[in-house]
C-alpha cells in the first residue's frame, strides 16, 4: 500500500488536498479523503479511519509514503500499532517514485 497527497484547484480558486491510499498489487484504491487544510490530526485520523473500514482482514504489511510533514509520528503509528511496517522514502530520490507520481519501489 503507498500513499499520498494530490492537489485539486477549484472554480473559486480553492485548493483541495486528496490524501488517497492505492494498493501497489491491484492498482485499486482502497481509501480518499479531501480537506483544505490537511495536518497531522487530520492525517492520524484518516489513517484510524481507513483502519477501521478495511477491519480485521487488512491486507497489507507495508505503508509507504514520502516525508510529507503531514504524515507525522500519530500517522505512522497507528500503522505500527497495527504491525503495518511504514517506509519512507528517501529525501531527494527521484527514483523512489513511479511515472505516476504514486509512490511505489523500485528493484536496484
Not at 64 to 72: G, L, M, Q, T, V
Not at 87 to 96: E, F, G
Request: include cysteine; hydrophobic fraction near 40%.
Amino acid at each position: 500500500m503507498a500513499c499520498d497527497f494530490l492537489t485539486v484547484e477549484t472554480a473559486f480558486l480553492q485548493r483541495i488536498y486528496v490524501l488517497f491510499f492505492i494498493s501497489l498489487a491491484t492498482r485499486r484504491i482502497e481509501y480518499v479523503a479531501c480537506t483544505s487544510n490537511p495536518d497531522g490530526d487530520w492525517t492520524a485520523q484518516q489513517a484510524r479511519n481507513l483502519m477501521i473500514y478495511l477491519g480485521e482482514e487488512q491486507p497489507f504489511r507495508l505503508l509507504i509514503h514520502d516525508r510529507d510533514s503531514k504524515f507525522s509520528g500519530g500517522f505512522d503509528e497507528i500503522f505500527r500499532s497495527e504491525r503495518v511496517r511504514v517506509i519512507r522514502t528517501p529525501v531527494r530520490a527521484p527514483n523512489a517514485k513511479g511515472a505516476s507520481g504514486v509512490l511505489c519501489m523500485h528493484d536496484p
